[in-house]
């Protein structure tokens, strides 16, 4: 059974950085199988928003709002994706979650924005930015 599990949230006042990890376990195919992995964000009252996503061969997209800011990346030899977050703003408050497919196609921007198709959720690490 797959489990994606994040770490390295915390709180930050505004300007700093996070860096959070997602460990996945329980699938023995190639390194590649999960075709789109992600980071996504949700506030109370609020719908979840893509933040950041990267496909299979590395490439990245990220919403708007922290491109520039934000970096995602992965280590398919530990298995573990990761968002290097610097500049943080109070408006990056939010619990943190990522996700996984093995279907490159939700690695489109319509689905991926929408948190749309992943089949595979991690638990979520807040992240608290004060001003």
């Known amino acids: 059974q797959v489990q994606l599990v994040e770490s390295g949230g915390g709180s930050v006042q505004a300007g700093g950085s996070l860096r959070l990890s997602c460990a996945a376990s329980?699938?023995?195919?190639?390194?590649?199988?999960?075709?789109?992995m992600g980071w996504f964000r949700q506030v109370p009252g609020k719908e979840r928003e893509g933040v950041a996503r990267i496909n299979s061969d590395r490439s990245p997209a990220y919403a708007d709002s922290v491109k520039g800011r934000f970096t995602i990346s992965k280590d398919n030899a530990k298995n573990t994706l990761y968002l290097q977050m610097d500049s943080l703003k109070p408006e990056d408050t939010a619990m943190y979650y990522c996700?996984?497919?093995?279907?490159?196609?939700?690695?489109?921007?319509?689905?991926?924005?929408?948190?749309?198709?992943?089949?595979?959720w991690g638990q979520g690490t807040q992240v608290t930015v004060s001003s």
């Open positions: 996700a996984a497919t093995p279907h490159l196609v939700y690695c489109s921007g319509g689905y991926w924005r929408a948190a749309t198709g992943f089949a595979y």
């Open positions: 329980g699938y023995t195919y190639s390194s590649n199988y999960m075709g789109c």
